[in-house]
């Protein structure tokens, strides 16, 4: 098979793995819900898609073993988690604190982004998570043989694999989102409510990343 050629191991395991791990809610997941329910399904999709990119940066320098070097460094995994936590507070409290939409006006203007800088933000939420940092520098090499003469390239497909599997579960819940938050949106209490509390998520993820040990 053409997994073996590149030194790739239990495929099925990864992605039943992988499948999993999209199943676990975070920042990333929080922040496609976030802006599906603040700007609709649209929006939400194209968080997805910057999460996405965001996880084809990590299988990229997993490949080349900046993420190993980034990991073994102190200082760096330090600026990494905090640049990672505060960003997520910041988002947290702008949503916290933002005013409630006016009666049926459905989604309030003043938090409608363009759609390159959801991309943006999406995808700074997924690179500075030392969390993800941490998993692709443990859990690939788990999926590589060790005498591999193709390393490069198998970590290449499993990052692919990874992405791909992640755009699809991540695209459907901002699809869910979107949908919950349209049905919302003639209720500004609820939707209000939804917000708080997604930014209320975002603020303990946040922390809780501050807090990431190697």
């Known amino acids: 098979m053409l997994t073996s050629y590149f030194g790739i191991t239990s495929l099925g395991l990864f992605c039943f793995t992988v499948l999993l791990l999209n199943a676990t809610p975070g920042p990333d997941t929080a922040y496609i819900v976030g802006r599906s329910v603040a700007q609709g399904r649209s929006a939400g999709l194209m968080s997805a898609l910057g999460i996405t990119a965001g996880c084809l940066v990590h299988g990229t320098l997993s490949a080349f073993g900046l993420t190993a070097l980034l990991a073994a460094s102190a200082s760096a995994f330090m600026v990494i988690k905090l640049a990672g936590g505060g960003y997520l507070i910041y988002l947290g409290l702008k949503m916290l604190l933002k005013k409630p939409d006016p009666a049926g006006q459905g989604v309030n203007t003043a938090e409608m982004r363009p759609h390159h800088t959801i991309f943006v933000q999406a995808l700074i939420t997924n690179v500075l998570n030392p969390k993800v940092i941490l998993f692709f520098l443990s859990f690939f090499p788990l999926f590589v043989r060790h005498d591999s003469p193709h390393k490069i390239l198998a970590f290449l497909i499993l990052g692919g694999v990874f992405a791909l599997m992640s755009l699809c579960w991540n695209s459907g819940t ?41």
């Open 174 to 214: 901002a699809l869910l989102a979107g949908t919950l938050s349209r049905h919302a949106s003639n209720n500004p209490q609820i939707k209000q409510w939804l917000e708080r509390t997604v930014g209320a998520a975002f603020i303990a993820l946040g922390v809780k990343l501050a807090f990431t040990k190697i």
